[in-house]
């Protein structure tokens, strides 16, 4: 099987694992709550799905190959007015994957949930991850275009080449899936090392 074949076989297999996680939480129905238990479970599935996806991108993106850096032209600063000073906030962080407006700041979140164990959980979260994946495997080219510039200035500012583990508990996905995820590892260590040492 070729890359591109394994590609597209992959993306095939996370769509499916998708159906089926929207399946057993009737995501379809947009709930406002699910049981706690339920969404621990099939979170833990999306956590998967969502890491196997970012690395058939980080694959693909790899395959397009590398933009090369542009020069940009010499500017120079504009004149403030006077009494004028630039203010900067620090960025939130955002995890990769989650819906633009789900952003994490450091230090915001509660030690404890406020939710007792027994008790239903918002969905809100859960399924905003759910549609961000859903917009990411219904065109993963334009994604993986914008991860090969991203991979691209990480060489320019001489980072070491990533390194990529295998995927923690592996065993509980589909077969299929089980065997993309087995294999993306080597591939993508073999596509990085040939683009840091042909830079």
Same mark, same amino acid.
């Given at each position: 099987?070729s890359n591109p074949d394994f590609i597209n076989q992959?993306?095939?297999? #996370?769509?499916?694992?998708?159906?089926?996680?929207?399946?057993?939480?009737?995501?379809?129905?947009?709930?406002?709550?699910? @049981?706690?238990?339920?969404?621990?479970?099939?979170?833990?599935?999306?956590?998967?799905?969502?890491?196997?996806?970012?690395?058939? %991108?980080?694959?693909?993106?790899?395959?397009?190959?590398? *933009?090369?850096?542009?020069?940009?032209?010499?500017?120079?600063?504009?004149?403030?007015?006077?009494?004028?000073?630039?203010?900067?906030?620090?960025?939130?962080?955002?995890?990769?994957?989650?819906?633009?407006?789900?952003?994490?700041?450091?230090?915001?979140?509660?030690?404890?949930? *406020?939710?007792?164990?027994?008790? *239903?959980?918002? #969905?809100? @979260?859960?399924?905003?991850?759910?549609?961000?994946?859903?917009? +990411?495997?219904?065109?993963?080219?334009?994604?993986?275009?914008?991860l090969a510039h991203a991979i691209a200035r990480q060489?320019?500012?001489?980072? @070491? +080449? *990533?390194?990529? %583990?295998?995927?923690?508990?592996?065993?509980?996905?589909?077969?299929?899936?089980?065997? +993309?995820?087995?294999?993306?590892?080597?591939?993508?260590?073999?596509?990085?090392?040939?683009?840091?040492?042909?830079?």
């Open positions: 099987m992959g993306f095939e297999q #996370a769509r499916y694992a998708l159906t089926n996680i929207i399946g057993m939480t009737n995501a379809q129905l947009q709930p406002k709550t699910l @049981p706690r238990s339920l969404k621990q479970r099939a979170s833990g599935r999306l956590s998967q799905l969502e890491t196997i996806v970012r690395r058939l %991108l980080y694959l693909m993106a790899l395959m397009l190959g590398l *933009p090369e850096r542009q020069v940009s032209r010499q500017t120079y600063p504009r004149q403030l007015p006077e009494g004028a000073e630039i203010v900067s906030f620090p960025a939130q962080r955002r995890f990769a994957l989650s819906a633009k407006k789900v952003a994490v700041a450091t230090g915001a979140l509660p030690q404890k949930m *406020p939710f007792r164990d027994g008790q *239903p959980i918002p #969905a809100a @979260p859960f399924l905003a991850r759910l549609a961000a994946l859903y917009r +990411v495997l219904k065109d993963p080219d334009t994604h993986a275009k914008r060489r320019e500012k001489g980072e @070491p +080449v *990533p390194h990529v %583990l295998p995927l923690a508990s592996a065993f509980r996905l589909r077969p299929e899936l089980g065997i +993309v995820s087995a294999a993306l590892p080597g591939m993508i260590r073999a596509r990085l090392q040939d683009a840091w040492n042909t830079s």
